[in-house]
Every structure is written in C-alpha cells, then in structure tokens.
C-alpha cells in the first residue's frame, strides 16, 4: 500500500473507535522470520507482525512484536 492509502485506512480505523492490531505479509522464498528490511519499516509498534512462509511444502505462520530495531515472538493460537 502506498502512504496515502496506508492514512485513509487509519483514518478509517480512527474514526470508527477502532485499533490497528495487526499487520501481515509473506515470505514466498524465506523462513518467517522478519528481514532486516521488515524490522527497518516496522512503523507500527502497538502492532503484531504476521509473517506467512511459503517457502516450504507446508506454511508456516509466526507472529512478532517489533519494538525499535528488535523483534520479539509473540505467541499466538489460531481459532
């Protein structure tokens, strides 16, 4: 998304009463561990980071918190 789409959308979220929670993305080549490039534009630290591997026969789902230059597991279940 670009900047401008990336504001409407938190706009949005604001004026709903509502919170940013999450933000996920893939990997289709690459374990699901954040790169330096995910840690380095990681804008958003009240947010978890969701990060999709497809880089073996079965995904792999990993949940992160990013918190200045570091990226802690952040436990999570799916329901």
Do not use: W
């Not at 009463?17 to 630290?45: K, M, N, R």
């Not at 073996?56 to 952040?74: D, H």
């Amino acid at each position: 998304m670009d900047t401008r789409q990336i504001q409407k959308v938190l706009q949005k979220i604001s004026l709903k009463g509502e919170a940013l929670v999450g933000i996920y993305h893939s990997h289709p080549t690459a374990p699901p561990i954040p790169s330096t490039a995910d840690i380095a534009y990681a804008y958003y630290p009240e947010a978890a980071y969701l990060i999709l591997s497809l880089s073996s026969n079965q995904p792999e789902l990993c949940c992160y918190r990013i918190l200045g230059k570091q990226a802690f597991v952040l436990p999570f279940q799916l329901i």
